[in-house]
Nanobody, 125 residues
Framework: QVQLAESGGGVVQAGGSVRLACQAS????????MAWFRQSPGNEREFVAV????????AYVDSVKGRFTISRDNAKNTVSLQMNALKPEDTAVYYC??????????????????WGQGTQVTVSS
């Protein structure tokens, strides 16, 4: 069992940067595929980025490609999301998600078993 805790959200101006972090507790972090999802008011939760358990793949939703970077530090049990060139439409609650040994279906919310509480990111225009 893994527990997740996000940090790093806040208010930032359009064009600015924010770095989110997700601290995982539990064992065998390196065996978990880690992802970030987000949810804005009135919308469903959507996939943002993923990094597979074997580090062989990272992937992003088209709207953040070239602006966001996902990375992991297995020694520290953390996954990060560096968000640059932020836009008002990036405003959302960002959630960290985990699933052990996941290698397919990683863009779907239902594929993940473990979720953090979420952290709010607000981008002002």
């Amino acid at each position: 069992q893994v527990q997740l805790a996000e940090s790093g959200g806040g208010v930032v101006q359009a064009g600015g940067s924010v770095r989110l972090a997700c601290q995982a507790s539990g064992r065998a972090f390196m065996t978990y595929t880690m992802a970030w999802f987000r949810q804005s008011p009135g919308n469903e939760r959507e996939f943002v980025a993923v990094i597979l358990f074997n580090d062989e793949l990272t992937a992003y939703v088209d709207s953040v490609k070239g602006r966001f970077t996902i990375s992991r530090d297995n020694a520290k049990n953390t996954v990060s999301l560096q968000m640059n060139a932020l836009k008002p439409e990036d405003t959302a609650v960002y959630y960290c998600a985990a699933r052990r040994d996941l290698h397919t279906g990683w863009s779907r919310e239902e594929s993940f078993r473990h979720w953090g509480q979420g952290t709010q990111v607000t981008v002002s225009s």
